[in-house]
């Protein structure tokens, strides 16, 4: 019974450490050709699908790889957010705050409003707050977290936010 305990939490413990090997971590030196590569071993029947040819565009003319990193890293983030947004909906449509909202103790808007509705009643202080943090959180990003990280057009892994 001890042993059947101790390999349970072991099992679990490897759960959060980073693989050693196996598959290398992918970053933006092939191009498209890497595109091509992971697509087709990604989703073998679909393989690799680029209607509008982005992959094969030089925006700002800093080459394809850059300009790859940069659709790699945009695809990535705006998926997040997106997935973000939706919880996002979902928590402001059933759930109540029972805390102040500012500091003079307005409430947060009632779950009887639309979440559109309730982002209408937000105070427009509250709003400049939030998009003050998330063009912080841009600029970190651009920045490779104060030059720790390349930026993500220069070769760092897509989606590895500093």
Same mark, same amino acid.
């Given at each position: 019974?001890?042993?059947? !305990?101790?390999? /349970?939490?072991?099992? =679990? !413990? =490897? /759960?959060?450490?980073?693989?050693? !090997? +196996?598959?290398?971590? %992918?970053?933006? /030196?092939?191009?498209?050709?890497? &595109?091509?590569? &992971? ?5 073998? $029947?679909?393989? @690799?699908?680029?209607?509008? %040819? &982005? %992959?094969?565009?030089? @925006? #700002?003319? #800093?080459?394809?790889e850059a300009t790859v990193g940069f659709l790699r890293q945009s695809e990535i983030k705006h998926g997040r957010i997106a997935m973000f947004a939706f919880v996002g909906y979902c928590v402001q449509s059933n759930i109540h705050f029972p805390w102040p909202q500012t500091l003079a103790g307005a409430a947060h808007p009632s779950?009887?409003? %639309?979440?559109?509705?309730? #982002?209408? /009643?937000?105070?427009?202080? !509250?709003?400049?707050?939030? @998009?003050?943090?998330? $063009?912080?959180?841009?600029? #970190?990003?651009?920045? +490779?977290?104060?030059?720790? @990280? ?13």
């Open positions: 019974m001890k042993l059947l !305990a101790l390999a /349970a939490t072991l099992a =679990t !413990a =490897t /759960a959060f450490v980073s693989p050693q !090997a +196996g598959r290398p971590a %992918s970053d933006v /030196a092939g191009g498209k050709d890497e &595109l091509v590569t &992971l697509a087709e071993k990604l989703n073998p $029947s679909v393989k @690799f699908y680029d209607p509008l %040819s &982005l %992959s094969d565009q030089d @925006f #700002w003319g #800093w080459g394809n779950i009887d409003l %639309s979440p559109e509705a309730q #982002w209408d /009643a937000v105070p427009l202080g !509250a709003k400049w707050q939030i @998009f003050a943090v998330i $063009s912080m959180l841009e600029l #970190w990003d651009e920045c +490779g977290g104060g030059g720790e @990280f390349p930026h993500y057009t220069k070769g760092r892994q897509p989606g590895k936010y500093p």
